[in-house]
């Protein structure tokens, strides 16, 4: 059996054009109007709807981009060159399953490995992460995470400081996002006690 992975990022909903702006400096533009319609809650069934959003490996929905993502070049990421960089100190990592999950109060953006190699990079490759930690600080998200082989989440950067919307929304992104983001909090304020009584 391959090896899976995904990345998902959980943002407020006032923040989707601010990602979008971000995501251009780190993905191909090709997507664009697509993703921002999808977004905006025009592309059809979203996925997973009854789980709160996309299973990685699972359905592919309207709301399903492949993109092509721009990272520094390392070892570990040459065979995944689709080589439509035109910076030769990287390489252009695609497809990568895009999946885009619209609530009320929040959304959130899943980047699910299309290959056993690529779920392999999305575990051991420092610049994509990095690239992925990247899109979370500058595109305001509250947290990103690395869905692993078993479907558990590693949280891999959060929002200092950001706690889930009290809301009454009732939408099954909402309710899984709001949840991630209490999770992060608690990862990390764990992460910090175990480094002060280290």
């Not at 999950?101 to 690529?118: C, P, Q, W």
């Not at 610049?127 to 590693?154: G, Y």
Request: aromatic share 8%.
């Amino acid at each position: 059996m391959g090896r899976s992975a995904a990345f998902q990022l959980v943002f407020n909903a006032s923040d989707k054009e601010h990602f979008l702006s971000v995501l251009q400096n780190h993905a191909d533009r090709q997507y664009l109007a697509e993703l921002r319609a999808a977004l905006d809650g025009h592309s059809g069934t979203p996925a997973g709807e009854s789980d709160g959003g996309h299973t990685p490996g699972v359905d592919k929905p309207a709301s399903c981009f492949c993109l092509t993502f721009l990272v520094p070049a390392e070892a570990s990421l040459a065979s995944l060159d689709t080589g439509h960089s035109k910076l030769p100190s990287h390489v252009s990592v695609g497809c990568i399953w895009t999946f885009v999950n619209v609530g009320e109060d929040y959304f959130s953006i899943v980047a699910d490995a299309a290959t056993s190699g690529m779920a392999a990079a999305f575990h051991e490759s420092s610049n994509l992460q990095a690239v992925f930690r990247t899109i979370a600080r500058e595109a305001n998200a509250q947290c990103l995470i690395l869905i692993d082989d078993w479907n558990c989440n590693q949280f891999l950067w959060c929002r200092a400081g950001s706690a889930a919307i009290e809301s009454h929304s009732t939408h099954p992104v909402d309710r899984q996002c709001a949840e991630l983001i209490t999770e992060a909090q608690k990862n990390l304020a764990g992460t910090h006690k175990h480094r002060e009584n280290g």
